[in-house]
């Protein structure tokens, strides 16, 4: 005899799940798999965060290098002499950083 026959016979129950545990199971099922998206979820907005941040730390680290390489450039550069030899920032300094100008000629006078 089949084993279905003689459990039917015996007035036994068939093997298998009754509707309650397959619900409490589904319901076991959609918890972990909220948990898991909402994790997914944290876990894509924090890598753009990063991401962005990222990116504006290095364009500020490029701006910065820029800067210094301008500014060391700029210190290199001699200032432009006037008809005495002598710095023209220096003999502005000296006088005041008042100097005339004549409209004809563009030469400083005193």
Request: positive net charge; aromatic residues 2%; contains cysteine.
């Amino acid at each position: 005899m089949l084993k279905a026959e003689r459990n039917r016979k015996a007035g036994t129950k068939e093997a298998g799940f009754t509707l309650l545990e397959t619900l409490v199971a589904m319901a076991v099922l959609l918890a972990v798999g909220a948990i898991v998206l909402y994790g997914t979820i944290q876990m894509t907005r924090t890598q753009g965060t990063i991401s962005n941040r990222t990116e504006m730390h290095t364009s500020v680290r490029s701006a910065t290098e820029l800067l210094q390489q301008e500014i060391g450039q700029a210190g290199r550069v001699s200032p432009p002499l006037n008809s005495t030899g002598t710095a023209a920032a220096v003999d502005d300094f000296e006088h005041g950083g008042c100097r005339r100008q004549r409209a004809s000629d563009g030469v400083r006078r005193d």
